[in-house]
């Protein structure tokens, strides 16, 4: 007999799935009713006795009595609660649970509790003892109105939930006995209007040995501000166990709350003050240690100060764009991105002019070239926190190759080009025009050849620093020239197989970036002035080309990769030093350090000669170079003519 095994189905598995969640669903339902409580009588069908025996975790009693009373009075103790319960009045009327004398106080042991709108009284009277016990394993929370005398061994927490960070007010007609327990208050300021958990009290608060546990929303706290926690009508009794600690606020690194003693016997409260810790015992980076120190001597050294007063208040986040925001690290970055765009020029020249063939043919040659580029790198902010940046640069590249025909060739070449330098996550930029000119030789032996390439160029700077981070503030600005000086040396060797060109070789690039003295307008309360500076950079390339020539449909055709290893043997950084413009002889010099992006890079070069334009051939190129911290990629098109 033949048997068919059953395939699995999709739409089963659906409906099963779909039977689960409806499952699941009324589970849920189920695991939170509300029960009401219909009758005033003591026992029986619709009662608060009922209600409380058969009531679940998660349940609430809902009091709905008809009639002209609704004054429950007990004949014994009602039963023990310890699970989650809350309580609901629909009633008109307030629903009096009298104890007669009789009854014992409402237990709750263990649970989550929501006393709010009970009402509970003694033979018609104010009880002399507890009405509501909470256990040491209770939370009571809530925000409204209990008429009761209570005692809290446990958590008591204002509020709509239990959970931290939901701000309320309980109202307590009665006395509160909160001795041994705890106090969960949160306290927010998320907005102009700070505000606070209470527990207001119509009677009498006893917190001796109660634990003070704040939970503090939000970063818009300031100095002295005041939050009232318990109010009574009559002086509190006691102290609270750790009325002497003292709170950080979690968002705002200057300012602690502490208990305060200004308030009257009836109020107990927290105020909000300074906690003295230094703006440079804040930060951890180098360039905001050198920023923090001089907001610190602002602060001790010229005196009380309403922007830095408002900086003390502020949250982690403002405080630590600030001193990102007074750091001149954007001028020691200027310095970085100008060496990284000269060497990119100068390795595409160099894949530009280097071995051709057609300069080899053994007749003089002129091989004149124009291409465009554009340029992007990004370097990551560094283990010293110093900011990262984002330079980007569209430019004209020019040359002209004359060979000899004879294993000699020279070129010269310039280039022209505008970009910007954007330092991240503090919205400041540069505007960089730039202007490069230079020449190289060329030998090619019958083992080894070696180029040479040198030049020099100028800079023109314009540098727009924000400062929004601090109140009142707007921005700073400088224009400013530069100069630059580099030279490049090359030499390897061609192996030739199968028409594949293979060039091991090793080159060194060393490059000077020099930028003059600048003194910034604008905001005069943080512009900076500086003496100018410079960035030495002295770097190897070992690498490995790969080229190939062959006539194509569409003419004769070239492709060169090279992969290969750049390394920096000089500082993996640049640094400057600048000062505050407004307070140079009590501030000190902030010591501007460039970020780091590396001493070590992956680098990938392409060039493609494929085509014709403009009586020329058309030649594009690509040049990239990589680490774990940084990236530059540059991206050129256009023409050269061979003559």
């Not at 931290?164 to 927010?188: C, F, P, R």
């Not at 370097?379 to 900011?387: I, S, Y």
């Not at 080009?417 to 090619?444: C, F, H, K, P, W």
Request: charged share 15%; hydrophobic share 40%; proline share 4%.
């Amino acid at each position: 007999m033949h048997t068919t095994r059953p395939r699995n189905n999709p739409l089963r598995k659906r409906r099963g799935l779909l039977a689960f969640l409806g499952l699941a669903f009324v589970a849920s339902a189920v695991s939170a009713a509300d029960i009401t409580v219909t009758t005033n009588a003591d026992s029986g069908a619709g009662s608060l006795r009922e209600a409380l025996s058969t009531a679940a975790s998660g349940d609430r009693i809902v009091f709905d009595i008809a009639g002209p009373s609704s004054t429950i009075t007990l004949l014994s103790d009602l039963p023990t609660l310890t699970g989650d319960i809350s309580f609901f009045n629909s009633n008109v009327a307030a629903v009096i649970i009298d104890r007669d004398g009789v009854a014992a106080p409402l237990t709750f042991n263990g649970g989550t509790v929501d006393p709010s709108g009970l009402n509970i009284v003694t033979t018609g009277a104010p009880s002399p003892d507890a009405d509501i016990i909470a256990s040491a394993g209770t939370t009571i929370f809530g925000e409204g109105q209990v008429d009761a005398n209570m005692d809290i061994a446990g958590i008591l927490a204002p509020g709509a939930s239990a959970a931290a960070g939901t701000v309320g007010t309980m109202n307590v007609t009665g006395d509160l006995d909160l001795s041994g327990g705890e106090l969960q208050s949160d306290i927010s300021a998320t907005s102009s209007m700070p505000t606070r958990d209470l527990v207001d009290v119509d009677g009498t608060v006893d917190v001796t040995g109660a634990t003070l546990t704040p939970n503090f929303v939000g970063d818009q706290f300031e100095v002295t501000q005041q939050f009232v926690l318990v109010e009574s009508t009559n002086p509190i009794v006691g102290t609270f166990a750790n009325a002497a600690d003292v709170y950080q606020l979690p968002n705002n690194p200057f300012l602690e709350a502490a208990t305060d003693a200004t308030m009257p016997a009836t109020q107990f409260g927290l105020m909000i003050r300074d906690n003295g810790l230094s703006f440079a015992g804040f930060v951890d980076g180098c360039n905001q240690t050198a920023a923090a120190i001089a907001l610190d001597d602002l602060r001790t050294v010229v005196g009380p100060d309403v922007v830095i007063a408002d900086l003390r208040n502020g949250s982690a986040a403002q405080v630590t764009l600030a001193v990102d925001q007074l750091s001149g690290s954007i001028y020691a970055s200027l310095l970085s991105a100008e060496i990284n765009h000269i060497q990119t020029n100068l390795e595409s020249v160099r894949d530009r002019v280097l071995l051709q063939a057609d300069g080899q043919a053994g007749e003089p040659m002129l091989m004149p070239w124009v291409r465009g580029y554009g340029l992007v790198a990004h370097v990551d902010r560094d283990d010293c926190q110093t900011l990262g940046y984002r330079h980007e640069v569209g430019g004209l590249e020019l040359g002209c190759g004359v060979s000899s025909g004879g294993g000699f060739s020279a070129h010269t070449f310039a280039h022209l080009s505008g970009g910007n330098l954007d330092a991240r996550g503090v919205d400041q930029t540069a505007d960089i025009e730039s202007y490069r000119m230079g020449g190289s030789v060329e030998y090619i032996g019958q083992n080894l050849y070696a180029l040479a390439a040198g030049g020099a160029g100028m800079q023109n700077y314009d540098v727009r620093r924000s400062l929004d981070a601090f109140t009142g503030s707007t921005f700073a600005e400088s224009s400013f020239d530069g100069s630059t000086q580099f030279g490049y040396f090359e030499t390897g060797t061609v192996m030739v197989g199968k028409g594949v060109a293979w060039n091991p070789y090793l080159g060194l690039h060393g490059t000077r970036v020099e930028i003059d003295p600048y003194a910034e307008t604008g905001d005069m309360n943080f512009a900076l002035s500086g003496g100018g500076g410079a960035g030495d950079s002295l770097r190897s390339v070992l690498g490995l080309g790969i080229s190939q020539d062959g006539a194509t449909a569409l003419g004769p055709a070239s492709t060169r990769i090279r992969l290969g290893w750049l390394h920096e043997y000089l500082d993996e950084s640049e640094t400057m030093f600048s000062q505050i413009a407004s307070d140079p002889g009590t501030v000190g010099p902030l010591v501007d350090r460039g970020v780091t992006a590396g001493t070590d890079w992956a680098i990938v070069r392409v060039q493609a000669d494929l085509g014709f334009l403009l009586g020329g051939q058309l030649t594009t190129a690509y040049q990239g170079q990589f680490n774990s911290n940084s990236a530059v990629n540059s991206f050129l098109a256009g023409v050269r003519w061979v003559y």
